[in-house]
């Protein structure tokens, strides 16, 4: 059974890798950002309190959060594992999780600052239709013109310079505890997240031993 939680810096492609492992192992991904969405749209209760929670500039209390996940674990199609992306971010999430239920693997996609700071740096967006580009892994045909509608191409505002400096910080802050929760733990797996996507996916394939 593998109940697997997935963590990395942004930029890192963890999402990407998530849905690799997802598609192998024929289990969901579970994103509480995803569900937060989900429930803001449908308005739902709980989509109701987040949005009230967001529109007065607050963060989702971990209480909210990890009933969600509780909930969401209680769902048939995750009888044979899961897999975690965006939870657990803070430490009160991660003992909830550690009394709930017992994780099989964290895989952690590890980049370094530099390389996290170049490809957000290397985010584009197109200013007419919104198509999103990467200059390092999605270039567009002709430099700064997008392929879809030859709009031009504008850095976003999370790739600025000091917008992604702070991200960086805030990943620091939030995720170095929780790595270390799960190191101690025994369960951590370091990929190498700086090689192609093809490479960090045969890095997880061997050490989650999925062709065996
Ligand atoms: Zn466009």
């Known amino acids: 059974m593998h109940k697997i939680v997935i963590l990395g810096p942004p930029g890192s492609g963890k999402g990407t890798q998530a849905e ?29 309190r987040i949005t009230a929670i967001m529109d007065s500039g607050g963060l989702v209390p971990d209480e909210i959060t990890n009933e969600t996940v509780k909930n969401r674990l209680q769902q048939d ?30 895989v952690n996609i590890d980049c370094s600052d530099s390389v996290v700071t170049d490809r957000m740096a290397a985010r584009r967006t197109c200013s007419k239709c919104g198509t999103d580009f990467n200059i390092l892994f999605k270039p567009t045909k002709v430099d700064g013109v997008c392929d879809q509608c030859q709009g031009q191409l504008i850095t ?14 805030i990943y620091h802050q939030q995720d170095d505890p929780v790595l270390d929760f799960y190191k101690n733990k025994g369960i951590l797996i370091n990929i190498n997240g700086e090689p192609s996507i093809e490479e960090v996916w045969q890095q997880i394939r061997e050490k989650l031993n999925l062709d065996s």
């Open 156 to 169: 976003r505002t999370d790739g600025e310079p000091d917008a992604i400096k702070e991200r960086i910080y």
């Open 20 to 48: 690799f492992i997802s598609v192998a192992l024929n289990i969901p991904i579970i994103s509480t950002g995803h569900i937060f969405r989900n429930e803001m749209k449908n308005q739902t209760d709980l989509g109701k």
């Open 77 to 106: 199609d995750v009888k044979n594992g899961y897999i975690l992306d965006g939870y657990p971010r803070t430490i009160a999430q991660v003992e909830y999780l550690d009394q709930l239920d017992e994780l099989s693997r964290v």
